[in-house]
């Protein structure tokens, strides 16, 4: 078991950036890949990026590749993301998850376990 809790997330102007935190209790985070997803109001849940157990492998959706970077400090039992030049489409609830089965998926199924969500919010 693993239990992870988001932070970092808040209101930022278009161009803007933030620093998203997912910090880890229970179970060592260098067990698990870790995945960042989000989900806007009345659409699904999708995938962001992914870091491999050793923080080596990242692979991100088209739609945020070069604006933000996923990092990860085991030591710290913590996941990063740094989302850099935020858009308007990027404001919804971001999650982060532990992914137990693979070592990094875009697969929400793969997922075990998942943090409560922190909202970003991007005015234009």
């Known amino acids: 078991q693993v239990q992870l809790v988001e932070s970092g997330g808040g209101l930022v102007q278009a161009g803007g950036s933030l620093r998203l935190s997912c910090a880890a209790s229970?179970?060592?985070?260098?067990?698990?890949?870790m995945g960042w997803f989000r989900q806007a109001p009345g659409k699904e849940r999708e995938f962001v990026v992914t870091?491999?157990?050793?923080?080596?492998?990242?692979y991100y959706a088209d739609s945020v590749k070069g604006r933000f970077t996923i990092s990860r400090d085991n030591a710290k039992n913590t996941v990063y993301l740094q989302m850099n030049n935020l858009k308007p489409e990027d404001a919804a609830v971001y999650y982060c998850?532990?992914?137990?089965?693979?070592?990094?998926?875009?697969?929400?199924?793969?997922?075990?376990?998942w943090g409560q969500g922190t909202q970003v919010t991007v005015s234009s």
């Open positions: 229970g179970r060592t985070l260098s067990s698990y890949a």
């Open positions: 998850a532990a992914d137990g089965r693979t070592d990094g998926s875009s697969y929400l199924g793969n997922y075990d376990y």
């Open positions: 870091i491999s157990r050793s923080g080596y492998n990242t």
